[in-house]
């Protein structure tokens, strides 16, 4: 199933004290634990971020990129957004307009093709949005 035009939206583009909040929605058309991402990318206006700097924040929790995998009690749910936190020394004004590109790997845990092998969905949304 495509969703690779689904994942940003008009409103995914937040400043915070810290840098930018980028809320992102899950690329698939079901509810996934969040131990399905496998893979998140952010290049802003053409400028790859390094995946080590980035956090992922749900509800009223933060992780690292390489935790996710381990978080397979927690479910990431239709309605949820997924906040990529960038941090920047000098972030962007309100009003400002970013070019903003994520790409992200999920694994279905209910496709497995093999032992230990998992149909994958790769998607990839690039927007010019402006900072709420």
């Keep these: 199933m495509a969703t690779d035009d689904t994942i940003l939206t008009e409103d995914s583009l ?3 004290p810290d840098g930018l909040g980028i809320a992102v929605k899950i690329p698939w ?3 996934l634990w969040l131990s399905s991402v496998s893979d998140i990318a952010v290049t802003l206006d053409g400028a790859p971020i390094p995946a080590e700097s980035l956090r992922a924040e749900l509800g ?3 992780y690292r990129i390489e935790e996710l995998a381990e978080q397979s009690e927690t479910l990431w749910f239709l309605q949820d957004r997924l906040v990529i936190v960038v941090p920047q020394d000098e972030p962007p004004a309100a009003g400002d ?5 994520v790409s992200m790997t999920v694994r279905l845990p209910y496709m497995q093709i093999a032992p230990g092998k998992y149909v994958t969905n790769h998607a990839t949304n690039r927007r010019a949005l402006a900072v709420r």
């Excluded at 307009?97 to 590109?101: A, G, P, S």
């Design 14 to 16: 937040r400043g915070r």
């Design 29 to 31: 058309y079901r509810s």
């Design 60 to 62: 009223d929790r933060s």
């Design 97 to 101: 307009e970013v070019d903003v590109e």
